[in-house]
């Protein structure tokens, strides 16, 4: 059974970074893409990036763009999320996402969930 295990979240100052990271021991890594997917308090959960199976794609939502960075250590298991220049409306549960279906115009349809993990952002 796929387990993602997430790390790194936590609370910090607007204007400053955080990583998330999120290991995945359920599958083989290198084989489905991998993202990112947020729920900010009394909203419904957003695309936030995705990542491709090998890397060379990613797609991110526009209010992050310049911000975030995911990545992916295929060696590791591990995907990645840098998030400098955080901001109070950034502030959310963060789910890592795997496996499923990644478009080409970055419409990411993941087939497992992280259990998330808590950002918080003060002003």
């Known amino acids: 059974q796929v387990q993602l295990v997430e790390s790194g979240g936590g609370l910090v100052q607007a204007g400053g970074s955080l990583r998330l990271s999120c290991a995945d021991s359920?599958?083989?890594?290198?084989?489905?893409?991998m993202g990112w997917f947020r729920q900010p308090p009394g909203k419904e959960r957003e695309f936030v990036a995705a990542?491709?199976?090998?890397?060379?794609?990613?797609y991110y939502r526009d209010s992050v763009k310049g911000r975030f960075t995911i990545s992916r250590d295929s060696a590791k298991n591990t995907v990645y999320l840098q998030m400098d220049n955080l901001g109070v409306e950034d502030t959310a549960v963060y789910y890592c996402?795997?496996?499923?279906?990644?478009?080409?115009?970055?419409?990411?349809?993941?087939?497992?969930w992280g259990q998330g993990t808590q950002v918080t952002v003060s002003s």
């Open positions: 990542i491709n199976w090998s890397g060379d794609s990613t």
């Open positions: 996402a795997s496996g499923g279906t990644l478009t080409g115009e970055g419409n990411y349809y993941p087939s497992d």
């Open positions: 359920g599958r083989t890594f290198t084989t489905y893409h």
